[in-house]
Nanobody
Framework: QVQLAESGGGLVQAGGSLRLSCAAS????????MGWFRQAPGKERDFVAA????????VYADSVKGRFTISKDNAENTAYLQMNSLKPSDTAVYYC?????????????????WGQGTQVTVSS
């Protein structure tokens, strides 16, 4: 089992930046593929980014490429999502997720563990 806790959300103006953190407890993040997803009001939850166990492979949704960066600190047992050049369309609840399954498609794979989410609101 692993427990995930997100933090770092908030209200920011368009063009601003936020860094989300996902602290894991119970198991080491080095054993897991870590992902970030988001859900806007009235919409389905969408994939944002993911990072491999070693941190050597990252995958991003087209909508955030070049603006968001996912990383993990295995020593701190924490994953991060650095979000730059934020847009109002990035407004959503952001969820951290983890899986220790072997998945080749990080965007569509099954994640077994989820955090409670953190709200990100971008004003225009």
């Amino acid at each position: 089992q692993v427990q995930l806790a997100e933090s770092g959300g908030g209200l920011v103006q368009a063009g601003g930046s936020l860094r989300l953190s996902c602290a894991a407890s119970g198991r080491f993040v080095s054993l897991f593929v870590m992902g970030w997803f988001r859900q806007a009001p009235g919409k389905e939850r969408d994939f944002v980014a993911a990072i491999s166990r070693s941190g050597g492979r990252t995958v991003y949704a087209d909508s955030v490429k070049g603006r968001f960066t996912i990383s993990k600190d295995n020593a701190e047992n924490t994953a991060y999502l650095q979000m730059n050049s934020l847009k109002p369309s990035d407004t959503a609840v952001y969820y951290c997720a983890a899986t220790n399954r072997y998945i080749s498609d990080y965007a569509r794979g099954t994640y077994d563990y989820w955090g409670q989410g953190t709200q990100v609101t971008v004003s225009s």
